[in-house]
């Protein structure tokens, strides 16, 4: 089914919106159908900028495409793409899915009712420096998250849980092959009315266990994973584009990408550690997305954050906020 053309619109042209007009109307496999947004005056600032229609109703939008990007505040989500999968349009809703797992499994009903396809924006998983792990077989036994980021009152409608941690459980979720068997968590509001600062600890039901970390009230933005297994360690920063993989081989075992730091044989041990970092291919996260989104509508390929992904990052995201505020009062 190649070479399908989609008419493809965005709801919400805000901060994050305006990148998906960006990438959407310059893009040469889809006719963009225009945008809507409630606020006109934007909504006309970024039709003139990307040559596009303004839509004056959602309906009006609906009835020109195919598909639709949503790119509204998190509490909208879930009206506005059951009004879409309604109407027969497959749907990218930005991250978090929705604000409740209710609303989530809700939209996942719908979406299989009406045929539809539901893609989530969990732009992370597709972050250039996490490529490289797909050369090496991963059975994390431990991992460790750090996010943090400094305050701006956007994405404060949600708690830091569901607009920044989200991102951390939904790549834990994707490199540990195994159901979460119990969630710890605990947490601070220190500038919003919900909770800014969180820890969590996961533990799957294969033994691995996953610590993170998130934060909105920090000078510098850091985003680091480590991650533990067997022989091997590896450590990301998404911020420097930087992958770093050290791992035990035998002594006598050779690979050619990687640099001998050193020899565990004055400890009796045939062995030997190897540092290599990898080529990150930098390339730009969301037309990725975008392009991904395009190519399952299409019948060419699989949204590589479904719905059902997005409901599960939600899920655990919503249990280690309702922890976070048992603890609290
Ligand atoms: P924003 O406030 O800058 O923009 C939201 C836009 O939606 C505004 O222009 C607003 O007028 C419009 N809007 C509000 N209600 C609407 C409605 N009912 N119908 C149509 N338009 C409506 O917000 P933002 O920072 O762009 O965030 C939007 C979404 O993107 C949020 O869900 C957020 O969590 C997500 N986001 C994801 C990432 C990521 O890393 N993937 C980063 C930032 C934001």
Do not use: W
Not at 39 to 65: F, G, M, P, Q
Not at 88 to 100: L, Q, R, S
Not at 150 to 155: E, H, I, M, N, S
Request: with cysteine.
């Amino acid at each position: 089914m190649a070479n399908l053309i989609s008419k493809i619109g965005v709801i919400g042209v805000g901060h994050l919106g305006q990148h998906h007009v960006k990438h959407l109307s310059n893009n040469n496999v889809i006719s963009f159908s225009g945008i809507f947004d409630v606020d006109t005056d934007r909504a006309n600032k970024i039709a003139v900028e990307y040559n596009c229609n303004a839509h004056d109703s959602l309906n009006d939008l609906l009835n020109n495409c195919d598909a639709v990007s949503i790119v509204t505040p998190t509490l909208t989500h879930a009206k506005i793409a059951e009004q879409c999968i309604m109407a027969g349009k497959h749907v990218f809703i930005e991250k978090p899915i929705t604000k409740t797992v209710a609303e989530a499994d809700r939209l996942l009903n719908l979406a299989a009712e009406n045929n539809v396809l539901i893609q989530v924006g969990h732009i992370e998983r597709l972050n250039p420096a996490l490529i490289p792990l797909k050369n090496f077989e991963l059975n994390p036994k431990y991992i460790e998250v750090q996010r943090l980021a400094p305050y701006t009152v956007r994405g404060t409608d949600v708690p830091v849980v569901l607009d920044l941690m989200i991102h951390d459980i939904d790549i834990i979720l994707s490199l540990v092959n195994s159901p979460v068997k119990n969630i710890r968590a605990s947490g601070v509001s220190i500038l919003s009315d919900s909770v800014d600062i969180a820890n969590a600890r996961l533990r799957f039901e294969n033994g691995t266990v996953a610590s993170i970390t998130s934060s909105r009230i920090a000078r510098d933005k850091v985003r680091k994973i480590k991650i533990f297994q067997k022989d091997m360690y590896v450590t990301i920063d998404f911020l420097l584009g930087l992958t770093e993989i050290y791992r035990v081989l035998e002594a006598d075992q050779d690979d050619p990408d990687a640099l001998e730091t050193a020899s565990l044989e004055a400890y009796g041990n045939h062995k030997k550690i190897v540092y290599e970092k990898p080529d990150i291919n930098q390339f730009d996260a969301l037309e990725m997305e975008l392009t991904n989104f395009i190519q399952s509508i299409n019948g060419n390929d699989k949204p590589i954050v479904n719905g059902q992904a997005g409901r599960d990052a939600l899920d655990v995201a919503v249990k280690i906020h309702d922890m976070i505020l048992d603890d609290i009062h």
